[in-house]
């Protein structure tokens, strides 16, 4: 590695380099999401795009860029919420000349995992799409022929380290690869925007600054990173996450994702630890299907969490910073495979005592007569404080005191140990480990805000420690006690396998990711189970269709690692089941409006007895069911679109809900029925002026405004918001909502 990195303040200056140093052929290795350096990888894709001589191929994930506008009325109301929300953020323009078809000829986009549903139909990026495991993106990156790794992260406390921030995931995997191929004399460059605006994470996350071979820094390098908006969390969002909560073992480890369904567990995981006796109610009258309500007595549970979680999670999201808040997440794990059984074993906790220091020598983690490595190991754990020396055969406590004995079984020496040479806390502690993050600006302040002790429990590191269990195998087996991994899928079987990542015509909808890491993962450890997550139906052209169906022409988790799959209906218990008890299982936890036709599949399949028949409590699982027993719960004030707050305001709120709505009407209606119904309004309500002014649309100057603002009124009536006769259900507050 080179001692010291080439630093630069200017994009263009840091690209004139890049290419003097590289030459012309640049295969660029970039980050998943949020880690990518925008401003710099838009100054090389411009300089590609201008010089045909260039040769650039970008090989990278998620590839994160600011929301468009398919309609007028969508940009009305998006482009003041892009405006404020992601404020100057870049974006990336290679990803706008893709998605255009503009991708010049020397120009090659790869990625492994897209922005779900971004780049459906899209044949660039379906061509040169790569399905990879997360866990191999490193390897397969250097087989690729990458021979520059670009990345954002954060400065760090002084000139000799920066923090990757929120991407460790993979940088960590690479680094032994990039020192071998520099040592190798593999042409290969490390190239670091460093943003101040981004979150410092430490430990593993804070790596040598010799790791870079330049570094972009300065005010030109910063910008606000990509805040993605939370999403609302429906009734059917919280119904599956209330399900999922009462799987969650006290004193065991959970993984989940980002989105509504994670935000939909967090809040139902809070309120089983601090509002227990009105959760428990609301589980009753789930009235869950007997594999269901079995299974919390064996796997789960319903009283608060007196242990608590550990995370394990590829991605550090908003809700694992809410169940912290929330007391859920509070079991911590260490580095230190003794450390980690004495403490599971009740016999020592992070509080270091002279009882610490005999449990660990009883456990054989070092000898009663110390040595140099005992004495090493003890400071490194945290068990002496770090001026605890070996000298001379003895302890050197660094107290200007006599040198100490180290025979542990000599009451003197053991004495003056005890009372000279302890720390205070054990060091190492982890309440989650996460691979990168990504999730609405107000989740990056949180992590900003975190002291300086909370971020130390908010360890950054590879996909290769948190993904699978090679490496440290016995440590992570005993972290990873009574584990959750908790995914979500668009569809799935009645053999029970699952879709997640791509549609039955072989269209790329995102990528696997991590998910069927951790699904193996769920199998190989001892009481870990795959939780997989399904909407019961989805809006599709022709009305609501069925997300548990037959079979489906993709599968991204085999019907051979089926596990548990969560509806908003029920809790299907597949493993080891045959597939005729998984049939029943998937059908009695779909939607009611498609059991019947599930049911024949599956006879006509040979898969099910012909004289089944659904049991009488899953022939009611209707949306009216969800709505019902939410009911109460909602009027007291839970239970919200937002849980943990929105980018959006309240009136945006109203009318992202409203015009989705009819937007959803309108793919089953021509625009002359659309211009029909809008005519019914003789007159544009009174009521709907507040709406109409955030669109600019109070005092329409063409025919077309005056459509849109009957469009959106009728929206807005058959959303209950206002009446036809002008009257308002409901005073919504106009200014931004920036705490609930």
């Not at 996350?205 to 030109?220: Q, R, W």
């Not at 959970?254 to 939909?264: V, W």
């Not at 990873?480 to 791509?502: E, M, P, Y």
């Not at 012909?610 to 909602?634: G, K, M, V, W």
Request: with cysteine.
């Amino acid at each position: 590695m080179s001692q010291r990195p080439r630093r630069f303040t200017d994009a263009e200056a840091t690209i004139d380099w890049l290419i003097e140093t590289m030459g012309r052929e640049l295969h660029v290795g970039a980050p998943l999401g949020l880690g990518k350096a925008a401003t710099l990888m838009n100054a090389l894709y411009a300089r590609a795009r201008a010089d045909s001589s260039i040769r650039l191929s970008i090989l990278t994930a998620l590839s994160l860029d600011l929301p468009e506008a398919s309609s007028e009325l969508e940009r009305r109301l998006m482009d003041p919420i892009v405006e404020r929300v992601f404020e100057d953020y870049p974006g990336l323009d290679y990803v706008r000349d893709q998605k255009a078809g503009a991708l010049p000829d020397n120009v090659t986009v790869s990625e492994f995992f897209f922005q779900p549903g971004a780049m459906l139909g899209n044949d660039d990026a379906q061509r040169h799409y790569r399905s990879v495991n997360y866990t191999h993106v490193a390897r397969d990156l250097m087989n690729a022929g990458v021979n520059v790794l670009m990345q954002m992260g954060a400065p760090g406390p002084d000139d000799s380290c920066f923090s990757l921030s929120s991407n460790t995931d993979v940088t960590l995997d690479l680094i032994p690869a990039v020192e071998a191929a520099r040592a190798a004399g593999r042409p290969l460059v490390v190239v670091g925007q460093l943003n101040s605006r981004m979150p410092m994470m430490t430990r593993s996350a804070l790596v040598d600054a010799s790791l870079a071979d330049a570094v972009f820094e300065g005010p030109a390098a910063d910008f606000k990173p990509f805040g993605a908006p939370s999403m609302p969390v429906s009734l059917a969002d919280y119904a599956i996450g209330l399900r999922v909560s009462t799987l969650l073992a006290d004193g065991g480890t959970l993984q989940i994702g980002i989105g509504s369904l994670s935000d939909a567990i967090a809040y139902c995981s809070d309120l089983r630890e601090n509002h227990n006796a009105d959760y428990r109610a609301l589980v009753e009258a789930m009235n869950q299907p007997a594999d269901g309500a079995s299974l919390i007595d064996t796997i789960g549970g319903l009283a608060p969490f007196e242990r608590g979680l550990y995370g394990c999670t590829e991605m550090l999201v908003d809700a694992y910073i809410q169940l912290y808040r929330a007391g859920v997440i509070k079991r911590c794990v260490y580095d230190d495979i003794a450390v980690q059984q004495l403490v599971d074993a009740g016999r020592i906790d992070a509080r270091v005592s002279p009882a610490t220091l005999a449990a660990l020598c009883q456990a054989g983690a070092v000898r009663a007569q110390l040595n140099a490595d005992d004495v090493a190991y003890l400071r490194r754990v945290g068990v002496f404080h770090a001026d605890v020396k070996w000298a001379d055969d003895c302890l050197d406590a660094a107290d200007g005191g006599a040198l100490i004995g180290t025979d542990l079984d000599n009451d003197d020496a053991r004495a003056a140990i005890e009372s000279r040479c302890l720390g205070t806390r054990l060091h190492g502690a982890t309440l989650v480990h996460g691979g990168f993050f990504l999730g609405p600006s107000r989740f990056y302040q949180a992590l900003r805000d975190l002291n300086d002790d909370e971020r130390e429990l908010f360890h950054m590191t590879s996909v290769g420690q948190i993904n699978h269990l090679y490496g440290d195998e016995a440590l992570r087996r005993i972290q990873r006690r009574d584990a959750r991994f908790v995914n979500t899928a668009i569809k799935a079987t009645l053999s029970g396998a699952v879709a997640s990542d791509g549609l039955a015509d072989g269209q790329v909808l995102s990528g696997v990711g991590g998910q069927y890491n951790f699904v193996a993962q769920a199998h190989e450890l001892e009481g870990g189970r795959s939780i997989i997550c399904v909407r019961a139906t989805r809006n599709g052209s022709d009305g609501p269709e069925s997300n548990i169906v037959s079979h489906y022409a993709h599968t991204t988790i085999p019907r051979h690692l089926r596990d548990i799959v969560i509806t908003e209906y029920g809790v299907a218990d597949l493993r080891g089941k045959t597939d005729e008890q998984v049939a029943m299982a998937m059908i009695e936890i779909a939607d009611a409006r498609f059991q019947e036709d599930l049911r024949r599949s599956a006879i006509d399949a040979g898969k099910l007895r012909p004289d089944y028949q659904i049991p009488a409590a899953a022939r009611n699982n209707h949306p009216e069911r969800l709505t019902e027993l939410f009911a109460a719960s909602r009027r007291a004030g839970r239970f919200q679109a937002y849980p943990y707050g929105s980018d959006f305001t309240e009136i945006e709120r109203t009318l992202i809900d409203a015009l989705k709505k009819l937007q959803a009407g309108s793919a089953r209606a021509t625009l002359g029925q659309l211009i029909r119904h809008a005519r019914i309004l003789s007159h544009v309500p009174a009521a709907a002026g507040a709406y109409l002014e955030r669109l600019g649309l109070t005092r329409p100057r063409s025919w077309r405004e005056s459509l849109y603002a009957r469009l959106v009124s009728l929206a807005l009536i058959e959303h209950g918001v206002i009446d036809a006769e002008g009257e308002a259900e409901a005073d919504p507050d106009p200014g931004p909502d920036r705490d609930s």
